[in-house]
Antibody, heavy 121, light 107 residues
């Protein structure tokens, strides 16, 4: 069974750096044709694509957030880590990780449950 | 970046209705278009990938069509469990943008 689970702080202060971890099971981060994506959703708003990392370690970032984001993976730990610097209250959101099940089509076939992050002093 | 525009933003419909949601890309994305369903407090669920391929386990009342810039998601006969928000997403190029969502509510 393929699962993804997000973990990280519930509350961060403005200007701090957020570090989120996505732990996967049921597949390997080195499996060909797969990848992991981070997405966020502010309360009551739409989904926003943040970044992805593919099996060949290719990385891509949201244009508007590129300067603040870093994505990496530790295949031995089955973890994908997203860091976002200089957090602001507008970054308050539920953060999801999801698997790209087939690099050809790029669809996100399995999602984690999400983790809510609040930015407040 | 490829901009994805969904219409309408929301709609009201009754059980049994045929519902169509449109997604338009700002440039050609071939058939690299995916549809997701999200219910309140839950993670999105993949419905359609490659513009028209039904994800395993998804009911056949959901169909996707279109190519290049114009796409549609059709629910042939709306069921009570289909009241949700629907998002399109392009996977033709990075960053892989989402539409703003279409909320399907009960009339």
């Amino acid at each position: 069974q393929v699962t993804l689970k997000e973990s990280g702080p519930v509350l961060v202060k403005p200007t701090e750096t957020l570090t989120l971890t996505c732990t996967v099971s049921g597949f390997s981060l080195s499996d060909d044709r797969m990848g992991v994506t981070w997405i966020r959703q502010p309360p009551g708003k739409a989904l926003e694509w943040l970044a992805h990392i593919l099996s060949n370690d290719e990385k891509s970032y949201s244009t508007s957030l590129k300067s603040r984001l870093t994505i990496s993976k530790d295949t031995s730990k089955s973890q994908v880590v997203l860091t976002m610097t200089n957090m602001d209250p507008v970054d308050t959101a539920t953060y999801f990780c999801a698997r790209i099940g087939d690099l050809f089509w790029g669809a996100l076939d399995i999602w984690g449950q999400g983790t809510m992050v609040t930015v407040s002093s | 970046d490829v901009q994805m525009t969904q219409s309408p933003s929301s709609l009201s419909a009754s059980v049994g209705d045929r519902v169509t949601i449109t997604c338009r890309a700002s440039q050609s994305i071939s058939s690299y278009l995916n549809w997701y369903q999200q219910k309140p407090g839950k993670a999105p669920k993949l419905l359609i990938y490659g513009a028209s391929s039904l994800q395993s386990g998804v009911p056949s009342r959901f169909t996707g069509s279109g190519s290049r810039t114009d796409f549609t998601l059709t629910i042939s006969s709306l069921q009570p469990e289909d009241f949700a928000t629907y998002y399109c997403q392009q996977s033709s190029s990075s960053p892989r943008t989402f539409g703003q969502g279409t909320k399907v509510a009960i009339k």
